[in-house]
């Protein structure tokens, strides 16, 4: 497998762009919303599908449920303090087939009471998480490499170490957003036994996502994850 570097995408400029512009914003209690298809593989390695949401603002919120066309009703879990909210993960609710496309509306409430609403939608795109993912070691690098995922615009990459005498794991990488300089080559990482030394006592997992950006927008249209896990001490 040919290896070849990564560039940083476009996309993460206006993400950062986004960010920053948010601070401005903060008079104006402005909530930044986001629903997406997210996929992953389920412990048989068949692909599953759920919608995922996200609400984020800088002004302090109390509370944010989404209401979809299709009549649910969920309540986002409140984490930072009441500025970041979004659905946990629950395998449960993952299912073989994609969603069909559904308009999503955000009932927010922010910490003095007021209210306000947000519509978002999701479309008919999803994507396959990647496949082959495998992560070698040779003589100076541990090497990370996956299959291209079709229709992906960008990829993130994560290293998590598995917590001592824990079941959890620690996050101790994280890419910028990543795009191939060639399409037709699978991607193929190599991450320096020197920088990773002091992780190489415990199992390491590496997390590939791949993402559908929405035109024009700092926001996903999908999201896939694929993972890895090997020890790679002496």
Not at 25 to 45: A, C, L, P, Q
Not at 103 to 112: E, G
Not at 180 to 194: E, G
Request: with cysteine.
């Amino acid at each position: 497998m040919e290896k070849f570097s990564l560039k940083i995408f476009p996309v993460a400029i206006l993400l950062i762009v986004g960010l920053s512009s948010c601070k401005k914003s903060e008079v104006n209690k402005e909530v930044y919303i986001d629903s997406y298809v997210h996929s992953i593989f389920d412990r048989t390695g068949v692909p599953v599908y759920n919608v995922m949401h996200t609400a984020y603002s800088f002004t302090k919120l109390s509370a944010v449920s989404v209401t979809g066309s299709s009549g649910t009703t969920i309540t986002l879990d409140n984490f930072s303090n009441g500025y970041s909210f979004y659905n946990l993960r629950d395998s449960t609710k993952y299912k073989p087939v994609p969603p069909d496309p559904e308009t999503f509306t955000y009932n927010i409430t922010y910490d003095n009471g007021e209210t306000a609403t947000k519509t978002d939608a999701t479309v008919a795109k999803y994507l396959m998480p990647a496949q082959q993912v495998k992560a070698q070691k040779d003589s100076s690098n541990i090497v990370l490499s996956w299959l291209q995922v079709a229709n992906a615009d960008a990829y993130k990459v994560r290293i998590f170490r598995q917590d001592a005498n824990a079941d959890t794991n620690t996050l101790i990488y994280e890419s910028d957003f990543l795009v191939p300089k060639d399409a037709t080559v699978s991607p193929s990482i190599p991450f320096s036994l020197v920088s990773l030394s002091q992780y190489l006592t415990t199992d390491l997992s590496f997390e590939v996502s791949a993402f559908i950006f929405e035109q024009n927008k700092d926001t996903y249209q999908a999201v896939s994850e694929a993972t890895f896990k090997g020890y790679f001490g002496n």
